[in-house]
């Protein structure tokens, strides 16, 4: 007998129910209620004056917690959690996948990508990346996807990255986010989106010219992805490093190719001479040898490894982390040859995260998606959820510089006012494309609901007399609406 996969049941759901809006209520219906994605009959409040410690570690490691989760955390232990989360492909995530996997073009190579128009291809991405963040049970996985996709940033409105960056977020960003930072720079050097954003694709060097190498990528890949603008190489290593990765190429129109719409080598547009990078001499005659030796050189390097542990400790611990925590990630970097694994098991692990909560200010995407997870917020993602977005400064995949959006909180604070009206729209039942049941969630409560119990619930903390004065509303919706525009939901 048969065996059916998810599409064809959600297919025959959608034939069934009438179309696409019926599809959504199917989708919404089956989640809930066999899945387990509502709420449940009973919610345990924190009850801390600091932040508690299973709601900080899902507010770090992952974008905040849904009803559910803190108390799943307490039961299991932060440890067994974290473990649990560093296997992604052990977590069941049917439910997220019921949602997000409607969108046919995030699948789709590179070159097969050019038979969908820009618009498309564009609200799939975005849309597949905001629920895959809400839904997704692998919430440390999509963390690293958003870090990963800041630090390798491509934007999409860049010649033809709207038909490329589907394949790169699926081949270069999740395929390694969890897993080998050389092997992730190696996916990266020859991702078709990276070849045409930062011009490798015209990086040539053909015989019997002058031609000089494009530099802009070996640039980027020195400054912004391994070693950092303070790492200690010279402008004579980026241009051997551009002579490395001559010949590295695409090309969307070599349709008659078995590879069609992959990155390829051309030998003829490859500098063969001898190179020396960061004092490490690579021989004459290498060939496309080149780049898997240079990847080694710059990933190998000691200001790489230190370079991603201040990355990594900025964006889980402090804009200004601790030196001796620094150390320490950048030394299982370098123990471990880049497992990314392991950094963030000394990052969660350490002491420095433990104390560090409700301490960083969420990035738009991340205060976005907390808010609608902490509401068990039932959504498709559509352009009324994604134009906010855009108004609080943090549009997915069009940040127009390769260092990717930043870290620090300056560049953040003239948009928070687009966030107060999100959040109060939300909790209000006025925010097009989200529905929430707020009815739900003051149930579970039972006797402690009100706006103590509201804030205990959003915020993982009890909270000062103060903060308990500032967000008392007229009703709940009101209240909700406060506390998620009130600092202490704003930071985690």
Request: proline share 4%; aromatic share 10%; hydrophobic share 40%.
């Amino acid at each position: 007998m048969r065996t059916f996969n998810r599409r064809e049941v959600l297919r025959a759901a959608v034939l069934g129910a009438g179309g696409l809006v019926s599809c959504d209520r199917v989708v919404t219906g089956m989640n809930r209620e066999v899945f387990g994605e509502g709420v449940p009959e009973r919610l345990v409040l924190p009850e801390g004056e600091g932040v508690d410690a299973a709601f900080h570690l899902l507010s770090r490691a992952g974008f905040g917690p849904w009803p559910r989760d803190v108390e799943r955390v307490k039961k299991m232990g932060c440890e067994a959690w974290l473990e649990e989360q560093l296997v992604p492909e052990g977590i069941d995530d049917t439910a997220c996948d019921w949602r997000a996997e409607r969108f046919e073009s995030v699948y789709f190579s590179a070159g097969e990508a050019y038979e969908f128009r820009k618009p498309v291809l564009r609200d799939e991405l975005t849309r597949h990346a905001l629920l895959r963040a809400i839904y997704s049970k692998r919430q440390l996985f999509e963390v690293m996807v958003e870090f990963w996709t800041d630090h390798l940033n491509i934007d999409l409105e860049k010649g033809d990255c709207v038909y490329l960056k589907p394949s790169d977020d699926r081949e270069v960003i999740r395929k390694h986010a969890l897993g080998n930072f050389y092997e992730l720079i190696r996916a990266s050097a020859t991702s078709p989106a990276m070849l045409v954003y930062l011009d490798g694709k015209s990086n040539q060097v053909r015989r019997g010219t002058e031609d000089k190498p494009n530099e802009n990528y070996a640039r980027e890949l020195l400054e912004l992805h391994t070693l950092g603008v303070h790492g200690g190489y010279t402008q004579a290593d980026v241009l051997e490093a551009a002579r490395c990765l001559s010949g590295w190429t695409f090309d969307r129109n070599r349709f008659w190719a078995m590879d069609a719409g992959e990155a390829f080598f051309k030998a003829d547009w490859h500098d063969e001479g001898t190179k020396r990078v960061l004092g490490v001499v690579i021989p004459k005659g290498g060939g496309e040898r080149d780049l898997d030796r240079l990847v080694e050189i710059v990933c190998g390097h000691a200001s790489t490894a230190r370079f991603v542990a201040m990355k990594l400790c900025k964006r889980f611990v402090s804009v200004e982390p601790p030196e001796g925590l620094v150390e320490a990630v950048a030394g299982a970097f370098t123990r471990t040859r880049g497992d990314i694994k392991a950094m963030l098991r000394v990052v969660f692990g350490s002491e420095a995260f433990a104390a560090s909560g409700g301490q960083l200010l969420k990035r738009p995407f991340k205060f976005m998606v907390s808010a609608m997870r902490a509401l068990a917020a039932d959504t498709q993602a559509e352009k009324a959820v994604l134009e906010p977005l855009q108004r609080m400064g943090q549009g997915l995949f069009q940040y127009p510089t390769p260092d990717g959006y930043p870290d620090e909180e300056l560049p953040w604070m003239g948009t928070l006012m687009w966030r107060w009206n999100f959040g109060l729209a939300m909790a209000a039942g006025k925010q097009g494309g989200v529905r929430v049941e707020l009815g739900r969630l003051r149930r579970a409560m039972g006797g402690e609901a009100g706006a103590r119990g509201w804030f205990r619930y959003l915020a993982g903390r009890v909270p000062t007399e103060a903060e308990l004065a500032a967000v008392t509303g007229e009703s709940d919706a009101q209240t909700v609406g406060l506390v998620l525009a009130s600092p202490a939901f704003q930071r985690c």
